[in-house]
Every structure is written in C-alpha cells, then in structure tokens.
T-cell receptor, first 112, second 113 residues
C-alpha cells in the first residue's frame, strides 16, 4: 500500500459522457501526477500539480482537465468521452525531498 | 525533450535464468533514474532508483541496475529470476526541477516455471 488512494476503482460509462476521477496523495506530499495507461499507448504522463498549481503538462487532451484542491487531493475530469479513452488512470504523489513517485491503485475506465 | 527507450518489449525466461533489461535515455544533464515494476493487476511500485554516487544500485527482490553515463544507459539485472518476477518493468527518468517523469514503454517479463 503506497498511501495514495484513488476512487472509484472501476467506472463504466457511455460515449459523450463526463466523469471525475479522484486522488488523495500520501500524507504530506504536495505533488500529484496523473497518468493514463492503455494497451496501445502504454503509460502516458498527463499532468502534474504542485501545491494547487499546475506544474507540468504532458499528453493531456483538451477534453481532459485536472485540479488540485487546498487539501491537496486532486481530481481529473474527462469529458466528451470516446471509446479510445478507455484505460487505467493512475495518480501518483511525491514530496519535496525527491522525485520518487508513489502510485495509487488506479481507476479503470471503460467507455461503451 | 528527454526520452526513454526500452528496446525489449516482451521477454520470456525460464526460472533461474539471468535477466537484463535495457534502458537508454536521452538527456545531457543531470538525471535521476528509476525502475518501476507493475505486477499483473497492480499499480506501479518502485524497484530501485539512482540519484548520484555508486553507479551500481541495488533494489528490492534481488534486482540491481547499473548507471553508465557514457552510454546513457540504466540496465536492470537479476542473476536468477523467479516465476513471481512475472510483471511489466518500466524505466523512468526525471530531470530539471519539476520532477516531470518520462517513462519508457515498458518490458513485459514472463517467467516460465
């Protein structure tokens, strides 16, 4: 158990819908990262937040957005969902002392 | 931009065989290097990391990796694999101050009993 929690574990929805994935970092970690893992694209970095501010952006689609709240939990919003958005979405967190990231268990999103 | 290459996409070994998974990165500055493992149905876990110092790094479960700066490589090794090592292995690199991590495409290791 890494100390990073993600909800929900599984999510099944339809094309065109919008969903929100939630992540709580390890206690004391200020950085949160979001990743998408799919069979064809592998592990893709989406976005990083540090203490509420966006710090780095990766291959995140415009239909996707994220934010980090004052209590440091983060949400990833996925809208206008397409079949190709079906994937595992991981959240990770790290503290200020080092770049090592601790991963959550992931949310499996299925778009039908 | 930094990138990470893992040339072996799928490796099949028998138990007790030796393992070496290749990882090359492209970045000329100071880097931090990692190997993560993802067991079937689980999240990524850190195997080992290199920040500085001794280029031969020992991690958990008998894994080690060697940082060779001149070759931009950070290969993962294990002298004798077990069936329980069946997993996907990801090499990753960070650079700069923002801790943005670039992952390789992963290597699926299958160990046959």
């Amino acid at each position: 158990d890494s100390g990073v929690t993600q909800t929900p574990k599984h999510l099944i929805t339809a094309t065109g819908q919008r969903v929100t994935l939630r992540c709580s970092p390890r206690s004391g970690d200020l950085s949160v990262y979001w990743y998408q893992q799919s069979l064809d694209q592998g592990l893709q970095f989406l976005i990083q937040y540090y203490n509420g501010e966006e710090r780095a952006k990766g291959n995140i689609l415009e239909r996707f957005s994220a934010q980090q709240f004052p209590d440091l939990h983060s949400e990833l919003n996925l809208s206008s969902l397409e079949l190709g958005d079906s994937a595992l979405y991981f959240c990770a967190s790290s503290d200020q002392r080092g770049p090592e990231q601790f991963f959550g268990p992931g949310t499996r999103l299925t778009v039908l | 931009a930094q990138s990470v290459s893992q040339h072996n996409h799928h490796v099949i070994l028998s138990e007790a065989a030796s393992l070496e998974l290749g990882c090359n990165y492209s970045y000329g500055g100071t880097v931090n290097l990692f190997w993560y493992v993802q067991y079937p149905g689980q999240h990524l876990q850190l195997l080992l990391k290199y920040f500085s110092g001794d280029p031969l790094v020992k991690g958990i479960k008998g894994f080690e990796a060697e940082f060779i700066k001149s070759k931009f490589s950070f290969n993962l090794r294990k002298p004798s694999v077990q069936w329980s090592d069946t997993a996907e292995y990801f090499c990753a690199v960070t650079s700069g101050g923002y801790q943005k991590v670039t992952f390789g495409t992963g290597t699926k290791l299958q160990v046959i009993p």
